[in-house]
């Protein structure tokens, strides 16, 4: 029996040794090292390729060329035509038209097919004089909304930023926890290793045997569910960044330090959020954009001045042209539109009450951010320190398990209830340090920090 029990104990390694080569890349990535990825390596990736970014970028582009094409009408609008045209030149009565005495033809002549040249051209210069500031409204507008969108822009860095952070803090808690998991593998063996010696020789029950091929083969099971996740994880990553990489490689072990006032009382975090979040910038541009809106639209209550000079030659050839030149003053008012302009000021006065008021909305949920991080950074801190404590006893009561059993005073399920608390209180560590990380994470964000 104690060869039988050898095998299959053989056997299962290989098994299990295999599957685990298969998920970590084989014996060619044992051999190299895997490339090791950074917070400040993933984050700066992120700002280049994360197509969130550059969506937000090509955005803020188009709001850009807004303000340009809202300047345009406030300089002078000059054109310039020339034009051929060959028609016939047959004379074609209609109610109206000049008596034949005077108009020089006669509808009873024959139509012709025959055809005549003619050329014509025109060179104009339209500048707008006066509009009530119409024009120079939508510009202003143009402009707030631009830099509405380059505050929205911001805000869309800081989101990624986040992301990019809990995704990575995340993938470096999963890589711990496979850690765990391997060490916790290698006491299983070791433990079934020395029950095997001890069956053999008497000195433990078989029952000792099983639990301890159960515990192992458990553990295995749980360092292969770790490994999964870790890739999951990475592969999340790749995601956040934008990357289009394989999983082959691994996340550095630094954490995230302390961020600056995260014990400081709430108002004064507050007072820096609210100046600092591009969501409430952004907000702030978009209402003021609304308001000049509508002074534009208000404007349409008035007149229209413009000027134009138009200079315009033609005839029936080149070297023979006639021309004539106009200067020119054009006002116009719309006296009655139906309430066009009416509806539009009430529309635009419209959005603008309800971006005020998501305003106030944003500025809660600030506050709400802020609290919400700052008892999470609390309570992480809290439950770290607890769970190294909770790792110390359960190292020692391990540590103490073994040399009972080692004795032959200690049961196998002392020994193995020793175990499952260390590994417990290890992964709840790893879990612990990464939400602090992630809290820290949230807190900065909340800050509206890098």
């Known amino acids: 029996m104690p060869i039988d029990i050898g095998k299959s104990r053989r056997a299962g390694v290989r098994a299990t040794g295999v599957l685990l080569v298969l998920?970590?890349?084989?014996?060619a990535a044992a051999q190299q090292p895997p490339r090791v990825v950074t917070l400040e390596e993933?984050?700066?990736a992120a700002q280049k390729l994360q197509p969130q970014l550059r969506q937000a970028r090509a955005t803020t582009e188009e709001a850009r060329a807004m303000v340009a094409e809202a300047r345009a009408p406030l300089f002078p609008q000059a054109l310039l035509s020339f034009?051929?045209?060959?028609?016939?030149?047959?004379?074609?009565?209609?109610?109206?038209?000049?008596?034949?005495?005077?108009?020089?033809?006669?509808?009873?002549?024959?139509?012709?097919?025959?055809?005549?040249?003619?050329?014509?051209?025109?060179?104009?210069?339209?500048?707008?004089l006066w509009d009530f500031n119409q024009t120079t409204?939508?510009?202003?507008?143009?402009?707030?909304?631009?830099?509405?969108?380059?505050?929205?822009?911001?805000?869309v860095m800081l989101q990624v930023t986040l992301l990019v952070r809990s995704v990575y803090f995340t993938a470096r808690a999963n890589k711990a926890l496979v850690g765990v998991a391997r060490e916790t593998v290698r006491n299983l063996e070791k433990h079934l290793a020395q029950t095997e010696g001890f069956v053999t020789a008497g000195m433990a029950p078989e029952i000792d045997l099983a639990l301890a091929r159960s515990n192992l083969a458990t553990g295995r099971s749980q360092l292969i569910g770790a490994e999964n996740a870790y890739l999951n994880a990475?592969?999340?990553?790749?995601?956040?960044?934008?990357?289009?990489?394989?999983l082959d490689y691994d996340v550095a072990d630094l954490g995230l330090e302390p961020v600056e006032g995260e014990d400081a009382p709430l108002e004064a975090l507050e007072k820096v959020a609210l100046e600092a979040r591009p969501e409430l910038a952004s907000l702030q541009r978009q209402v003021?954009?609304?308001?000049?809106?509508?002074?534009?639209?208000?404007?349409?209550?008035?007149?229209?001045?413009?000027?134009?000079?138009?200079?315009?030659?033609?005839?029936?050839?080149?070297?023979?042209?006639?021309?004539?030149?106009?200067?020119?003053?054009?006002?116009?008012?719309?006296?009655?539109?139906?309430?066009?302009?009416?509806?539009?000021?009430?529309?635009?006065?419209?959005?603008?009450?309800?971006?005020?008021?998501?305003?106030?909305?944003?500025?809660?949920?600030?506050?709400?951010?802020l609290e919400q991080a700052r008892l999470a950074v609390r309570a992480a801190k809290a439950s770290l320190v607890a769970q190294r404590d909770a790792v110390l006893n359960a190292r020692e009561r391990l540590r103490l398990a073994e040399g009972r059993y080692g004795s032959g005073v200690g049961s196998g399920i002392e020994l193995s209830d020793a175990q499952v608390a260390l590994s417990t209180a290890e992964a709840q560590l790893v879990q612990a340090d990464g939400q602090l990380a992630?809290?820290?994470?949230?807190?900065?964000?909340?800050?509206?920090?890098w």
Do not use: C, M
């Open 23 to 27: 998920l970590t890349g084989g014996a």
């Open 42 to 44: 993933a984050l700066g």
């Open 83 to 128: 034009g051929y045209q060959r028609a016939t030149a047959n004379f074609i009565s209609r109610p109206g038209a000049l008596p034949q005495s005077a108009g020089g033809g006669s509808a009873s002549e024959p139509t012709s097919w025959k055809t005549f040249g003619f050329f014509s051209g025109n060179a104009g210069v339209n500048q707008l």
């Open 137 to 155: 409204g939508r510009l202003h507008a143009a402009q707030s909304q631009a830099e509405a969108q380059r505050e929205s822009e911001r805000a």
């Open 234 to 246: 990475k592969a999340q990553l790749n995601q956040a960044v934008g990357w289009d990489l394989g």
């Open 288 to 369: 003021e954009a609304r308001r000049l809106t509508v002074r534009a639209l208000e404007g349409a209550y008035g007149p229209t001045l413009a000027g134009s000079l138009s200079f315009s030659p033609g005839g029936s050839r080149l070297d023979a042209l006639s021309w004539n030149a106009a200067a020119g003053l054009t006002l116009s008012w719309p006296i009655f539109e139906g309430g066009l302009t009416r509806a539009q000021v009430r529309a635009a006065e419209a959005v603008a009450d309800q971006l005020s008021a998501q305003l106030d909305i944003e500025r809660l949920q600030v506050r709400l951010d």
């Open 438 to 449: 992630t809290a820290r994470s949230q807190l900065l964000h909340a800050l509206g920090r």
